[in-house]
């Protein structure tokens, strides 16, 4: 490979220089940063293919700053720098993220080696991308993959209502698929030749979500060099998916709900309003319902958007359609990475079938797609599926699966004898509020739908005394 672009972060300005000419005397462009500032600078303005970085900066952790990049540029491949004093650090710096480690002083041929490894792994994930691109929005019904019967009901209902202009509320669970179907009707839509602009409010902090929806004019805000185009612009004569709609403030709603009746937005700090010709397709994981019960949710937005409601079932409710979503991935990732995998072992085919699945069709698509990059063989095994979760020969649950089926249950008891109150719930398992935070999150349970159960109160062991059952 060559033309490809190389960041190099070092402290040492003899280092940087012997490895700018080693790497642009092998082709490559390569820019050169000795602190985090110089290189969170060079990483806003040009897209790179690598990053070079010593572990050991003079005013600053490595790690740290390794930890950093990566959050913000996940797909980018990184590569450390160490002295042969540190190799315990590089290693935990593999742990948090980093492609490789290189020791000082290193050769040519060894420099040479790891990066050519590096880029080589993010052009396959570059590639998986693509495909992913392609099974996800490839337009048409065939991509709804499933016989079950729920299944069948959604692409009757898409049918009826693709070719109206109604509004569209989809609720589901995490992963089962709520903006492919969102795809699917806009595809079979009067709009399709529109565009179509998807975008989830669990991703936009509240204090910018109506700058997202409705765009702002310049100088708004004091670092803004000029407007932005907000999303119902960006979807003009097409169609916008706005999932997570549940995670928004009433003020906001109340916006939404006029542009939705008027057809007109107003970006933030403009006097004028903009017509706009968008068609609004909304999703959930929580039941907007309650949400309305609760207060949390306009009552009028809900009737507004409640027009045709779309349930998207958990892939743990449609277990006979598991086998055919599972082959329908494999043959797209073989297809991609060129192997020749003719299926699945009768054990992986009946492990998958058992398994609970909490991430669904996403966590499936995830494990096929690993499994194809690992195995060497021309049948996927339960180990190529499950790889680091200790599955067991038979259809005995795992640990893993077992801790997390009695962590969620501990979690949903907790809820209902403290009515969906969070601080009484971690005082009953002697936690922290944050921790309990982090389970309701891993597990999507929504705390609000506890609120009305009644239930006689019973004694809950505290999360130490949990964990020393599991």
Same mark, same amino acid.
């Given at each position: 490979m060559s033309g490809e672009k190389i960041l190099v972060i070092d402290d040492d300005t003899?280092?940087?220089?012997?490895?700018?000419?080693?790497?642009q005397s092998w082709g490559y462009y390569v820019s050169i940063a000795r602190d985090g500032q110089e290189a969170k600078a060079a990483l806003s303005t040009?897209?790179?293919h690598l990053a070079i970085i010593d572990?050991?900066?003079s005013e600053e952790d490595g790690i740290e700053l390794m930890e950093e990049i990566i959050r913000c540029h996940p797909g980018l491949p990184i590569i450390i720098l160490t002295a042969h004093g +540190? #190799?315990?650090?590089a290693v935990e710096a593999m742990r948090k993220g980093a492609y490789s480690y290189i020791t000082k002083p290193f050769n040519n041929e060894d420099l040479s080696l790891h990066i050519t490894n590096a880029l080589e792994k993010q052009q396959v994930i570059k590639e998986i991308r693509h495909l992913r691109s392609q099974l996800d929005e490839r337009n048409g019904f065939q991509q709804i993959i499933g016989n079950d019967h729920q299944i069948q009901k959604i692409i009757e209902q898409i049918s009826r209502i693709a070719k109206t202009d109604c509004n569209v +509320? #989809?609720?589901g669970e995490s992963g089962t698929g709520k903006e492919l179907i969102a795809r699917v009707i806009h595809s079979n839509s009067n709009r399709s030749k529109g565009p179509f602009v998807a975008a989830s409010f669990s991703e936009i902090p509240h204090e910018l979500q109506e700058e997202a929806l409705f765009g702002c004019i310049r100088a708004i805000r004091t670092n803004a060099k000029g407007g932005s185009e907000g999303l119902f612009v960006q979807a003009d004569t097409g169609t916008i998916f706005l999932d997570e709609i549940g995670n928004t403030s009433t003020t906001l709603q109340t916006k939404l709900l006029k542009a939705l009746q008027e057809g007109f937005i107003k970006p933030v700090g403009s006097a004028k309003s903009v017509k706009v010709d968008v068609r609004v397709i909304f999703a959930s994981t929580v039941d907007l319902e309650k949400a309305v019960n609760h207060g949390t949710f306009r009552r009028d937005l809900f009737y507004k958007i409640h027009v045709a409601p779309i349930c998207v079932p958990p892939l743990r409710e449609r277990r006979d359609d598991i086998p055919l979503l599972a082959t329908y991935f494999l043959k797209g990732f073989c297809k991609i990475l060129?192997?020749?995998i003719?299926?699945?072992?009768?054990?992986?085919?009946q492990r998958m079938t058992l398994y609970h699945w909490p991430g669904n069709v996403i966590e499936l698509q995830n494990k096929i797609e690993h499994a194809v990059i690992m195995t060497n063989d021309n049948v996927i095994s339960t180990e190529d599926i499950f790889a680091g979760t200790h599955v067991l020969k038979n259809t005995f649950n795992s640990y893993k699966d077992a801790k997390e089926r009695f962590e969620r249950e501990y979690l949903e008891n907790l809820l209902k004898i403290s009515k969906g109150n969070v601080s009484s719930a971690a005082k009953m398992a002697n936690r922290y509020r944050a921790d309990i935070y982090k389970?309701?999150?891993k597990y999507h349970i929504d705390p609000e739908s506890y609120k009305d159960n009644l239930l006689p109160p019973k004694d809950v062991p505290n999360y130490s005394t949990y964990l020393r059952h599991v």
């Open positions: 003899n280092i940087l220089e012997v490895i700018r000419m080693r790497l040009t897209s790179f572990l050991r900066l +540190s #190799i315990e650090s +509320s #989809i609720y060129k192997k020749d003719i299926g699945f072992t009768p054990a992986a085919l389970l309701i999150k």
